[in-house]
T-cell receptor, first 109, second 114 residues
């Protein structure tokens, strides 16, 4: 089955700096890669996703890149704000969804 | 429109008791997923439904866990003879169809087994 690894597990950045979270996957058949933001006490919320026929996707301050050859994908948040502080999960979908273990992002004002 | 709702939001139960957790998906979503999230950890897949059928039950931890879905709508996750290791947040998600479609999560049910 699929194995998704996510790094780092914790990340602290100064407000205004960029944050990058990386994930790797093992199953070359995986073709859909969503990213979720989870705030304390709430369910995960989809923030951006990318499909295997695309290498990069951007939505305002958030971007995701995908390298199918290397089987890794990354989340980039620019101009970070305190409200970006949350746990972020990556996921990969082949025959089902497999989630990374999460990155706790803290943006320091 | 309304999102995915789950009830109860919190449940405290004694070891050995049975519990039922409910999920109401977004109207029109044919696929429904259950996940378990232990404190500080990622999401662990339990089961998913396409319509009222469950093609993949591979994630259910033991035969104490079961789930059903009726009317291609509400789903219940039942845990029999609860154990302390069952304590976790149980998350439900729905999507337009099974496969590589966006999942929308509910707020979860926090289960505590004492």
């Amino acid at each position: 089955g699929e194995n998704v690894e996510q790094h780092p597990s914790t990340l602290s950045v100064q407000e205004g700096d960029s944050a990058v979270i990386k994930c790797t996957y093992s199953d070359s058949a995986s073709n859909y890669f969503p990213w979720y933001k989870q705030e304390l006490g709430k369910g995960p919320q989809l923030i951006i996703d990318i499909r295997s026929n695309v290498g990069e996707k951007k939505d305002q301050r958030i971007a995701v890149t995908l390298n199918k050859t290397a089987k890794h994908f990354s989340l980039h948040i620019t101009e970070t704000q305190p409200e970006d502080s949350a746990v972020y999960f990556c996921a990969a979908h082949g025959n089902q969804f497999y989630f990374g273990t999460g990155t706790s992002l803290t943006v320091i004002p | 429109g309304a999102g995915v709702s789950q009830s109860p939001s919190n449940k405290v139960t004694e070891k050995g008791k049975d519990v039922e957790l409910r999920c109401d998906p977004i109207s029109g979503h044919t696929a429904l997923y259950w996940y378990r999230q232990r404190l500080g950890q990622g999401l662990e897949f339990l089961i998913y439904f396409q319509g009222n059928s469950a093609p993949d039950k591979s994630g259910l931890p033991s035969d104490r866990f079961s789930a059903e879905r009726t009317g291609e709508s509400v789903s219940t996750l039942t845990i029999q003879r609860t154990q302390q290791e069952d304590s976790a947040v149980y998350l439900c998600a729905s999507s337009f169809a099974s496969g590589s479609y966006e999942q929308y999560f509910g707020p979860g049910t926090r289960l505590t087994v004492t």
